[in-house]
């Protein structure tokens, strides 16, 4: 299994895969939706196409692989093709970015970032996809609710069941966004930073490579955390008019 996935082309049939579903979803899918949301639109649509498959392929290359699973290990051959999937989610995304929301520079920003570890990872040191896929498994667990409150939220303010939608999956998709990102997330990366400061890596992955891709994954959790937490004021400031109101 694991040389049959060595073997597999996978990064331009995913590739094209992720561009199919993206003009799938613009050209029939969303096809009635306004210019502003027909792109975001499409792009959730990858994600979903992205998130929950991504999972369970890194959850399979996990429990499949030969290999003492530390944050030193080789790649298999199914970390690669896991890899390869992400990788050509997040260029297909970027293309999207960076011909329909250029000026969305955080975003550009952190599907290049992301590309460079994955990249780096898959093509150059051929090591350390442990962490990388424990780490994809803790991003994209939430994509699936995260996906259907994003794309409820473009709607909501023509369609009253999308707003209830959007309403009633804000909280528990919150409360579950700060416990995955705000918990797990950073202990993970935790012992993840300590294995590499031990020297434990030393010769298999090089300096530059574990120092990058921390810097890189430490200050996306740190913006998820800004952004759930700024979620929830929002939230709570909603809450509070819609108390303050019924008082009134």
């Known amino acids: 299994m694991d ?4 073997q597999t082309p996978s990064l331009p049939t995913f590739f094209f895969l992720f561009l199919f579903v993206y003009l799938f979803a613009y050209v029939l899918v969303f096809r009635n939706w306004g210019p502003k949301h027909r792109p975001e ?10 998130g929950t498959p991504a999972v369970f392929m890194a959850v399979n290359a996990l429990i499949n ?22 990788i050509s989610y ?23 970032a992301t590309l460079y570890v994955f990249f780096t990872c898959r093509y150059m040191v051929h ?3 442990f962490a990388l896929l424990v780490l994809l498994i803790l991003a994209e667990v939430t994509s699936l609710c995260q ?29 579950f966004y700060s416990v995955v990102r705000g918990i797990m997330g950073p202990l993970f990366v935790y012992k993840m930073g300590v294995f590499y400061l ?7 992955i090089p300096g530059w490579a574990w120092a990058s891709w921390m810097v890189v994954i430490v200050t996306a959790i740190l ?5 759930v937490f700024d979620h929830w004021v929002d939230w709570c400031k909603g809450r509070n008019y819609k108390a303050m109101k019924k008082v009134v």
């Open 41 to 50: 639109a499409s792009s959730c649509f990858i994600s979903l196409a992205h």
């Open 147 to 175: 996906n259907i409150w994003t794309l409820a939220g473009f709607r909501r303010a023509d369609v009253p069941a999308a707003a209830k939608l959007y309403e009633l999956l804000s909280p528990p998709f919150y409360a």
């Open 127 to 129: 090591h350390g996809a």
């Open 3 to 6: 040389t049959l996935a060595l």
């Open 223 to 227: 913006v998820s955390i800004v952004w």
């Open 65 to 86: 692989t030969q290999t003492p699973l530390t944050f030193a290990s080789p790649n298999s051959g199914l970390d690669n093709v896991v890899l390869d999937y992400s």
């Open 198 to 204: 031990s020297g434990l890596a030393e010769n298999l």
């Open 90 to 112: 997040f260029f297909v995304d970027l293309l999207h970015y960076l011909i329909f929301l250029p000026n969305d520079i955080l975003f550009i920003l952190h599907h290049l």
